[in-house]
């Protein structure tokens, strides 16, 4: 009866798609999470994307995104900046047109790569992003109390 209930959740667990789960929150410092990322091909390259939800009294800047050991360059429809200010009790949610990091790479949809998180400060953290087919359901992210 145990191998019967094991082997159910095995096929359970190996049938739902990675992509349909959303990754849980990762903590880059106390009261600042970062979730949903997610990279789609570009015309050079890809680009990534992320929800980066800061509930703490303190507005952070995010100063460096790397992705795969290779470092992204932010982008926003004015330009390039350097970094990136979130305010406290404010969410950054990256979108194809407004801000996102242009990645000098491709990868192929499904495959998951490291994406590490620099802010203000030396706090640091390391994600997962998944790659996404262009006609892909977005993944979706928590709401906090801001």
């Known amino acids: 009866?145990?191998?019967?209930?094991?082997?159910?959740?095995?096929?359970?667990?190996?049938?739902?798609?990675?992509?349909?789960?959303?990754?849980?929150?990762v903590t880059i410092t106390e009261g600042v999470y970062v979730e949903g990322a997610w990279l789609r091909a570009a015309e050079s390259g890809s680009e990534l994307f992320l929800v980066v939800n800061n509930t703490s009294d303190t507005a952070i800047d995010l100063t460096g995104i790397g992705v795969a050991g290779m470092a992204g360059r932010i982008v926003s429809p004015d330009g390039s900046r350097d970094s990136i200010s979130i305010p406290f009790h404010a969410e950054l949610?990256?979108?194809?047109?407004?801000?996102?990091?242009?990645?000098?790479?491709?990868?192929?949809?499904?495959?998951?790569?490291?994406?590490?998180?620099?802010t203000t400060g030396g706090a640091t953290a390391t994600v997962e992003a998944v790659v996404l087919r262009d006609d892909a359901e977005l993944p979706d992210h928590h709401d906090y109390q801001h």
């Not at 499904?110 to 998180?117: D, E, K, L, M, N």
């Open 1 to 25: 009866m145990m191998k019967q209930h094991l082997l159910l959740a095995a096929i359970f667990i190996g049938a739902v798609p990675a992509a349909a789960t959303p990754a849980m929150p």
């Open 93 to 118: 949610y990256m979108t194809e047109k407004g801000l996102r990091v242009a990645v000098p790479a491709t990868f192929q949809p499904a495959q998951t790569i490291p994406v590490t998180i620099a």
